[in-house]
């Protein structure tokens, strides 16, 4: 890992493979994890079958927990052991605006300006993408019970989503992973070449497709 990266961020829909990723890089490198505590959000289940009546419960409890986690982020001492995580604290502006109606998001959006206020920012972000049939297959495939009622118009409007805001995203260093035909968790040819271009200084917007070349 470049030595200016003390905070890494791998984001990406549900299904992608970002906490196995940031698992890896994590024993990989002796890094602090910090990954995101959907288990203990009471309202996720309900969600999934029913995703109108607990949209904003679910919503606000992440933005809470997520908050709770990035702040204690916020001493500069903390950094001295390179930090990972599984989200970046954006991603709640994005699951807000798919799942919760005009009202709901005003009172989220409130509540979201206060506390982004401080939020450390990554140095890298590893964006991992996939096509919406990879991710539900991949959904399908872990067996999460409350994961089942997910369907395809769902993921594919937050692969949309995703993609239209990492479009535009210019808050720090992006590498983009396309993961269509590669899981880093069994190919270690290709987790050896990630690691290699992670050694290199992090700078802009990159692509890497693996079996192709970076630019």
């Given amino acids: 890992m470049d030595d200016s990266v003390r905070f890494l961020a791998i984001e990406g829909v549900i299904g992608v493979g970002k906490t196995t990723l ?66 970046i604290f954006q991603k709640n502006r994005i699951y807000a605006n798919i799942n ?50 997910i369907d395809f118009d769902y993921i594919g409007r937050l692969n949309e989503a995703y993609n239209h805001f990492f479009f535009n995203f210019d808050d720090c260093p992006l590498l983009i992973v396309n993961t269509n035909s590669v899981n880093f968790s069994t190919d270690t040819e290709e987790f050896t070449r990630l690691l290699r271009i992670l050694d290199e200084p992090p700078v802009g917007m990159r692509y890497y497709n693996p079996q192709k070349e970076l630019f």
């Fill in 100 to 149: 919760l109606s005009d009202p709901e998001l005003r009172i989220f959006e409130d509540v979201a300006d206060v506390l982004e206020v401080g939020i450390p920012a990554p140095d890298l972000v590893i964006y991992l993408e996939a096509s919406t049939e990879v991710l539900l297959d991949r959904i399908r495939k872990r067996g999460r019970s409350y994961e089942r009622r």
């Fill in 22 to 87: 940031a698992r890896m890089l994590g024993e990989k490198f002796a890094a602090r994890l910090v990954l995101e505590e959907f288990k203990e959000n009471p309202f996720l289940e309900d969600f999934y079958k029913n995703p109108r009546a607990w949209a904003l419960h679910t919503q606000l409890f992440f933005l809470l927990s997520r908050f709770r986690q990035m702040k204690n982020l916020g001493s500069p001492e903390l950094f001295d052991t390179l930090v990972i995580s599984d989200y």
